[in-house]
């Protein structure tokens, strides 16, 4: 049986999409939060604690951020069990992700941790903001293997074809995270390490969640607690692929960061507020190219390829739509942008100017959001490694030649139009359309 709607055709593939995208919009937006939430609290401390945090945040972050692929991975991995009909299985996936996230997380804990005074300093950080920036950043490396574990369970659930449970959690930890952090840091007068804490605890209540939930569900549907080999190898093997996929996303925004900084501190601001907008609705974006993984690992783990087309069909239009929608409403708030951030003279001049490549870019990254998240629920994570390679050396070129804002955010212009034209390509064949419990990457 076709797990994917047939009846009522586009209507339906509608309510799927929107049925898992909304809630993982709403818990991808609680994420960035928590950073939010620790900046207010830490910013009553005298400095350079907030300076402190921003550092480490930034450290940790570059850190995490490479193991997402827990989450995608599984997600993809469980969704395509679950589509197939093997909900055992499934939860089997689930499993190895979970003691993958673990292992990992445990490993950068260890390494990391005489590492932080290196680290930090990479990020330009002396004196006594190096020593919070450190202390902060060793707090937070205990939490890393919860942090992991979210990622994982998170994937687990979305791979169940449940999003609205991860926004739950999302949601439960972003209020605690703030509760404990006004606690510790103004209420103990624990300082930064307070708020380093509070998120740890945040993080680790998350986990403990995630782990109660699919362990219960691993024992309903028989499936084995324990680790097993061959499973963690065939995870780390995809999980290695979108790590270089990860590391070449991260690699460019850290280019045209560092461009941006040596043109000066007017252009760097204004860099630095257009990328914020960016990322608040990549995050709505991101949100659609979620349901995509869940709806293309089901589809193709039940054998259903026209379903698969025709799902990733109507993402794609709901991901146009989207970006237009966005770019519309980034020129519309243009002039407004500005005051809202307190930018005044040269930084303003450059922002409202950065602003119109921002809006003009929406369209072409909702094509491809959508497509990456496709591509991530099929399993073509070997694929995605490749492009992205090829996608950040297409970047670099214009990038080097960049002497104004505007020019480096056409390079990223470039890059994205690389990205449209490697994810289409691959989308508009058949090779990623691999049906059954498992694929083999190609």
């Known amino acids: 049986m076709s797990l994917t709607p047939r009846t009522g055709h586009g209507r339906a593939h509608d309510r799927e999409i929107l049925r898992l995208a909304i809630p993982a919009f709403g818990a991808l937006v609680a994420e960035p939060l928590f950073l939010l939430t620790d ?29 997402v692929f827990l989450a995608y991975a599984t997600t993809a991995a469980v969704a395509r069990r679950l589509g197939a009909g093997d909900v055992r299985q499934a939860m089997r996936q689930g499993m190895d992700g979970l003691w993958l996230a673990a292992i990992i997380g445990l490993a ?49 659930l979305r791979g169940m074809q449940d999003t609205r449970t991860p926004l739950v959690v999302s949601v439960a930890s972003f209020a605690l995270n703030g509760l404990l952090n006004a606690w510790f840091v103004l209420g103990l007068g624990w300082g930064l390490a307070g708020s380093a804490w509070g998120t740890v605890l945040a993080q680790a209540l998350a986990a403990t969640a995630y782990l109660v939930m699919v362990v219960r569900a691993a024992r309903a549907h028989g499936a084995s607690l324990l680790p097993d080999l061959a499973g963690l190898r065939a995870a780390g093997t995809a999980g290695l692929a979108l790590v270089v ?64 087309r025709a799902a990733t069909r109507r ?31 040269e930084t303003a001049a450059e922002l409202l100017a950065v602003l119109w490549p921002v809006a003009l870019l929406q369209p072409v990254a909702g094509v491809v959001f ?73």
């Open 370 to 442: 959508v497509l990456d998240g496709v591509l991530i629920g099929a399993g073509d994570q070997r694929y995605l490694a490749h492009a992205g390679l090829w996608t950040t050396l297409a970047f670099l070129p214009f990038a080097m030649v960049a002497d104004t804002l505007v020019a480096l955010w056409l390079a990223l212009g470039a890059w994205m139009a690389a990205r449209l034209v490697t994810l289409g390509v691959r989308a508009y064949g058949t090779a990623w359309m691999v049906t059954g419990t498992s694929r083999t990457a190609t």
């Open 108 to 156: 950068v804990g260890v390494a990391c941790w005489p590492l932080a005074p290196f680290i930090v300093h990479l990020f330009g950080a002396v004196g006594q903001l190096a020593t919070e920036a450190v202390t902060y950043l060793r707090i937070s490396l205990i939490g890393v293997p919860a942090m992991l574990l979210v990622f994982a369970g998170t994937g687990v």
């Open 245 to 308: 996929r990860t590391a070449c996303l991260q690699a460019v925004l850290l280019v045209a960061a560092a461009i941006a900084t040596r043109m000066g501190d007017e252009r760097i601001a204004a860099h630095t507020i257009a990328t914020r907008i960016w990322t608040f609705l990549a995050f709505a974006l991101d949100a659609i190219a979620i349901a995509g993984q869940a709806i293309t690992g089901r589809a193709l783990g039940a054998g259903d390829t026209s379903g698969t």
């Open 315 to 345: 993402m794609l239009i709901w991901g146009v739509a989207c970006g237009v929608v966005f770019g519309a409403l980034v020129l519309a708030a243009r002039p407004l942008v500005p005051a809202l951030f307190d930018a005044r003279g």
């Open 39 to 67: 900046s207010v609290i830490v910013g009553h401390l005298p400095d350079p604690a907030l300076g402190a945090l921003g550092v480490a945040s930034a450290a940790l972050s570059a850190l995490v951020g490479l193991c």
